[in-house]
């Protein structure tokens, strides 16, 4: 069954990726390690030849950072996102896949307006 699945991961990256992030759930792995997965997905990514699964991908990656408070990676991954949104064909979107936009709206991820940014100062 194992090589089974290695064999699909080789042939269809997106189904690799997606078995690898299930990882991620798995509370009784250390939060470190987990977050060393992350890092792996988030530069697994680009193995990944559909544009859309892509976005898919990356969107749940995000959403799993900012639910577990991993703000600055987070922001990293929905960085990428944004950038392959604005890349297909009519990308005139920040969110391409609608998946995420409730999180480019968070003010960990826009920065700290200019009065904010004056008074942290």
């Known amino acids: ?58 969107a749940a990656l995000g959403r799993f950072l900012a639910r577990n408070r991993s703000y600055d990676f ?5 960085g990428k996102l944004e950038l392959l949104s604005f ?7 920040h969110d391409a896949s609608g998946l995420i936009t409730d999180l480019l709206q968070e003010k960990w991820y826009r920065g700290l307006s200019k009065e904010e940014d004056h008074r942290v100062a």
């Open 1 to 58: 069954m194992l090589a089974r699945q290695e064999a699909e991961s080789a042939r269809n990256p997106f189904y690799g990726w997606i078995k690898s992030f299930e990882r991620l759930h798995e509370t009784e792995i250390p939060y470190v390690e987990r977050l060393k997965t992350a890092g792996e997905l988030f530069t697994g990514s680009d193995r990944i030849v559909s544009i859309d699964k892509q976005i898919i991908a990356l």
């Open 74 to 78: 987070a922001s990293l991954v929905l």
């Open 87 to 93: 890349g297909i064909p009519n990308g005139l979107q």
